[in-house]
């Protein structure tokens, strides 16, 4: 598996909440921005906070954009079809627009595949050859590589684990950040702090939280049968709170070969989907070689 070489390459990282940007050279990132997403915006003014916001990183060497989005995108046409989180992002011809206007190449895929990309070139998912990696944030996501190769599936829509029916809504509303929202009224981020204080309410509700993820990490399991699951996302830095309530749930799987083997950890790549989405440039563009 060849690095990155010494291309320069923007990587976006679109979330629910905020864009993170970055411009990266020879596998590191030299210059980031983060700013907040305008998710309740028209299109019109998504599309410029996105071009403001690359202009302020372009340099004249730079050899194409790869971003991450979050929700489903047409990987072979470039367009960005659905965006949860992001209500008027819909029907996007995101690879046309930006090539036309920075005259770059540019490159689209789910942010959960830039986050396992980039696991699987810089991080600890390096050695395994099935992987999966779960973005647990404003939304819930997976991105899933399979013998060393990245899987969108057919229609660019494989490892949209948040829309599996589950209780009495789907996955996502049980393994995001939204469960914290839905059921206690308050976001994961004062859950963690108050956590991390030793709150025993903030604890148990990362439990609960913890035996939701359990669950679908066994859907995920029957499906796949990955080697490993990497958690990213905002509320994996919860991960020592919900870990024991999970793996609980995660123990409870039928085959004893598949649980015994099965290694889940916390990312702790904090640019893991800008560098994913810079190499998905250069692997379009050959100059990297696949996984």
Same mark, same amino acid.
């Given at each position: 598996?060849?690095?990155?070489?010494?291309?320069?390459?923007?990587?976006?990282?679109?979330?629910?909440? %905020?864009?993170?940007?970055?411009?990266?050279?020879?596998?590191?990132?030299?210059?980031?921005?983060?700013?907040?997403?305008?998710?309740?915006?028209?299109?019109?003014?998504?599309?410029?906070?996105?071009?403001?916001?690359?202009? $302020?990183?372009?340099?004249?060497?730079?050899?194409?954009?790869?971003?991450?989005?979050?929700?489903?995108?047409?990987?072979?046409?470039?367009? /960005?079809?659905?965006? $949860?989180?992001?209500?008027? !992002?819909?029907?996007?011809?995101?690879?046309?627009?930006?090539?036309?206007?920075?005259?770059?190449?540019?490159?689209?895929?789910?942010?959960?595949?830039?986050?396992?990309?980039?696991?699987?070139?810089?991080?600890?998912?390096?050695?395994?050859?099935?992987?999966?990696?779960?973005? #647990?944030?404003?939304?819930?996501?997976?991105?899933?590589? #399979?013998?060393?190769?990245?899987?969108?599936?057919? !229609?660019?829509?494989?490892?949209?684990?948040?829309?599996?029916?589950?209780?009495?809504?789907?996955?996502?509303?049980?393994?995001?950040?939204? !469960?914290?929202?839905?059921?206690?009224?308050?976001?994961?981020?004062? /859950?963690?702090?108050?956590?991390?204080?030793?709150?025993?309410?903030?604890?148990?509700? #990362?439990?609960?939280?913890?035996?939701?993820?359990?669950?679908?990490?066994?859907?995920?399991?029957?499906?796949?049968?990955?080697?490993?699951?990497?958690?990213?996302?905002?509320?994996?830095?919860? !991960?020592?709170?919900?870990?024991?309530?999970?793996?609980?749930?995660?123990?409870?799987?039928?085959?004893?070969? /598949?649980?015994?083997?099965?290694?889940?950890?916390?990312?702790?790549?904090?640019?893991?989907?800008?560098?994913?989405?810079?190499?998905?440039?250069?692997? %379009?563009?050959?100059?990297?070689?696949?996984?």
């Amino acid at each position: 598996m060849d690095m990155l070489s010494e291309h320069k390459i923007i990587g976006l990282d679109i979330g629910g909440t %905020k864009i993170h940007i970055g411009l990266v050279e020879a596998g590191k990132i030299t210059k980031e921005l983060k700013i907040a997403t305008a998710a309740q915006a028209s299109k019109k003014e998504i599309l410029n906070q996105l071009v403001q916001s690359i202009e $302020q990183l372009m340099e004249p060497d730079v050899m194409g954009i790869g971003v991450g989005v979050p929700g489903l995108v047409d990987e072979e046409k470039g367009v /960005v079809c659905d965006v $949860q989180n992001i209500p008027d !992002f819909t029907e996007i011809p995101l690879k046309n627009y930006l090539e036309d206007y920075f005259r770059k190449s540019v490159y689209l895929t789910n942010d959960a595949n830039s986050f396992i990309l980039g696991e699987k070139l810089y991080g600890r998912a390096q050695p395994y050859k099935n992987v999966v990696g779960l973005t #647990l944030g404003t939304g819930f996501g997976g991105g899933i590589i #399979l013998n060393n190769q990245l899987y969108s599936g057919a !229609f660019s829509s494989a490892g949209e684990f948040g829309g599996i029916p589950y209780l009495d809504s789907t996955l996502e509303d049980y393994c995001s950040g939204k !469960f914290f929202q839905n059921q206690f009224g308050v976001l994961g981020q004062e /859950v963690h702090q108050a956590a991390v204080k030793g709150d025993n309410r903030a604890i148990a509700m #990362l439990e609960q939280f913890g035996t939701h993820l359990g669950e679908a990490i066994k859907m995920i399991l029957f499906a796949l049968a990955p080697e490993a699951i990497f958690l990213g996302g905002s509320v994996s830095k919860c !991960f020592p709170f919900f870990k024991d309530a999970m793996q609980q749930r995660v123990e409870e799987f039928p085959f004893e070969r /598949v649980k015994k083997q099965l290694i889940i950890e916390q990312s702790h790549m904090r640019n893991g989907a800008i560098l994913g989405a810079a190499a998905l440039v250069q692997m %379009k563009s050959k100059v990297l070689s696949p996984l």
